[in-house]
């Protein structure tokens, strides 16, 4: 089983980092807490196809955020720690935990180091650590919402990324990085298949224009990835493409995607995926970009009996926010293929399909309303039989500002799964009542 707790050396690198980095002259500490608490009602607490079982769920919360900012160095501490109340579930009462760590110094003008960690323990599937990105929808939270995951079994996600950014002349970019990440469930029970896994992956990118027309990007990472039930593998992962701008907005390009999975035991067969495409980025303005690759994809068997998986796969991913007197409406969307193997279950190769919209309406200078709608579709041909399965979501809030200090929230959120495995679908409605207290603006010592 592999040991999941970071070394303590690990933990030294990370203790010196953040005192490297740590802003001593000229710094301001800005310190922000937020007290929440809320009661939800889901009529199915455990994501079941049948016999659904339904329970309200109280919780209270503290969110701390600490800030320490200089001119070339800076250090922001996330930690929200919560506890769940069970009205008829007393057995699942737990405190969860989500934590951010972010901190970066500048060695030179151009040239940036950054540490970042986040962490997630929780018995809710549908939880995720902090966004630390919310303006771009496109980005998310760094550790997602975990869609093959049921119940509420308790389990925590740790994944920490060192970084190193370097820009050389007007445009042109390099990077490389070193992440470390665990999956570890809390609550297991002997016998059963736990989603134990440790994953290493340094990558590195470069971005180089030639002339003002002409560049190229290169990119790729290797993954170590290992698991205590799960076959360990080693992927290999590179992408090479050739950019030609046609004005400073649209740019085309024409690439070449290759990734090999090695498998440490026969039990499972090595592959190799070959994915050329072309496509073209839009910045359309301040609030919109697209991203759009179409190519063929061919996942080739190392055993030349098992047939090839192919067919054509677009890669995009889609923002644009229509702004107005009283709020905006957001459009969403994206696209693609990955290796899905990091999660409850292993599933191998997936293509997915995402799109949502958004709506965010100011009633009165107090109330605001929002509503959305969300579908995604995943195929994963690996499967046998091939797998398929949609994911349908919509809900609506109410938001009334109280008073500057308070505000009271209360939301609808409809959660459909299908699946070609009757087993895997469910329906849930939930509603959610949440008071937020904050302080207007940070606390701040020079």
Do not use: C
């Not at 190229?216 to 039930?229: A, F, Q």
């Not at 797998?387 to 959120?413: C, D, K, P």
């Amino acid at each position: 089983m592999p040991n999941t707790t970071p070394k303590p050396l690990f933990l030294i690198i990370i203790t010196i980092f953040l005192l490297m980095a740590a802003p001593t002259n000229a710094a301001q500490f800005l310190f922000t807490p937020e007290l929440a608490a809320g009661v939800e009602y889901t009529d199915n607490l455990f994501l079941t196809p049948t016999n659904e079982v339904d329970d309200f769920i109280t919780t209270v919360g503290l969110t701390l955020t600490g800030q320490l900012l200089g001119r070339t160095a800076g250090l922001e501490l996330i930690y929200n720690p919560s506890y769940s109340f069970f009205a008829d579930n007393q057995d699942l009462d737990f405190l969860r935990h989500v934590a951010r760590v972010y901190t970066w110094k500048d060695l030179r003008r151009n040239t940036r180091l950054s540490l970042a960690n986040d962490y997630l323990e929780t018995e809710n599937p549908r939880d995720t650590s902090l966004d630390f990105a919310p303006d771009d929808p496109t980005e998310g939270p760094v550790i997602g919402e975990d869609l093959t995951r049921r119940g509420r079994t308790r389990y925590r996600v740790n994944t920490t990324e060192g970084r190193l950014d370097h820009q050389y002349g007007a445009r042109n970019t390099f990077y490389t990085a070193l992440s470390y990440s665990f999956l570890q469930d809390i609550d297991t029970t002997p016998g059963t298949t736990v989603a134990d896994h440790r994953i290493w992956e340094p990558a590195l990118g470069i971005e180089h224009w030639f002339t003002q027309r002409w560049g190229v990007t290169l990119d790729g990472y290797y993954s170590h990835r290992d698991y205590v039930d799960e076959n360990d593998r080693q992927e290999y992962n590179g992408a090479l493409s050739l950019m030609r701008s046609f004005t400073p907005t649209l740019t085309g390009f024409v690439g070449y995607r290759h990734t090999v999975l090695y498998f440490d035991e026969p039990t499972d067969e090595d592959y190799q995926i070959y994915y050329p495409n072309a496509g073209m980025r839009y910045q359309f303005q301040e609030n919109a970009s697209i991203s759009i690759a179409g190519g063929y994809l061919i996942q080739e068997f190392r055993d030349s009996d098992t047939p090839n998986e192919e067919g054509f796969v677009v890669e995009a991913a889609l923002f644009k926010r229509w702004p107005f007197r009283s709020g905006h409406i957001e459009l969403t969307g994206g696209s693609g293929y990955r290796i899905d193997d990091t999660g409850a279950e292993v599933r191998g190769l997936n293509i997915y399909y995402e799109g949502g919209l958004g709506l965010l309406y100011n009633l009165t200078r107090r109330i605001s309303a929002t509503a959305y709608g969300a579908y995604r579709y995943d195929d994963y041909p690996n499967d046998t039989p091939e797998l398929s399965e949609q994911t349908i979501g919509a809900g609506a809030g109410i938001g009334y500002q109280a008073l500057q200090w308070m505000n009271i929230g209360l939301t609808y959120s409809y959660r459909q799964r299908l699946s070609d495995i009757p087993t895997e679908e469910y329906t849930e409605n939930s509603v959610m009542l949440v008071i937020t207290m904050s302080p207007t603006r940070p606390y701040r010592w020079n």
